[in-house]
């Protein structure tokens, strides 16, 4: 996948891969919000791309940090609200709605929803922070960086 068009954008089945990888998260939560992080160079490439596209799914900008830690920072930065966080890989496009639904259930039961913020599991390529409100609803959240 070495060329000049980052993977992210590579079309697959006449859209970019980043697309894709939106849609499977908000098949499996409709009223999930959403923060796409990105080189500050490609922000204005990937917004050029939804307009081509007609891609017209609510989401949040945040600027890529020199390191893939330093960019899952800057998104979770813009995370306003406690709920479950979902931090996925853009480029992988795949991800299963049942992979999403169980992910929850990678997390010790043991932890508190306060010291979640620290412990990052990674079942295939996804990985969660999870906090609950005070009222103990949950809301969900995705942080795709690309």
Request: aromatic share 12%.
């Amino acid at each position: 996948m070495q060329g000049t068009i980052p993977k992210q954008f590579l079309e697959l089945a006449g859209r970019p891969v980043l697309m894709h990888t939106f849609e499977c998260f908000k098949d499996y939560d409709p009223d999930m919000e959403f923060i796409l992080v990105l080189p500050r160079r490609q922000m204005d490439v990937w917004k050029d791309l939804c307009g081509r596209h007609q891609f017209q799914m609510e989401h949040k900008l945040a600027f890529g940090g020199e390191t893939r830690f330093h960019s899952v920072k800057n998104g979770l930065e813009m995370v306003s609200e406690q709920g479950i966080v979902f931090i996925h890989d853009g480029v992988r496009p795949l991800v299963s709605k049942q992979t999403i639904q169980n992910s929850p259930s990678y997390l010790p039961a043991y932890l508190h929803p306060e010291s979640l913020r620290s412990y990052i599991p990674t079942p295939l390529y996804t990985y969660i922070l999870t906090y609950l409100y005070s009222s103990y609803t949950l809301r969900t959240l995705c942080v795709l960086c690309g």
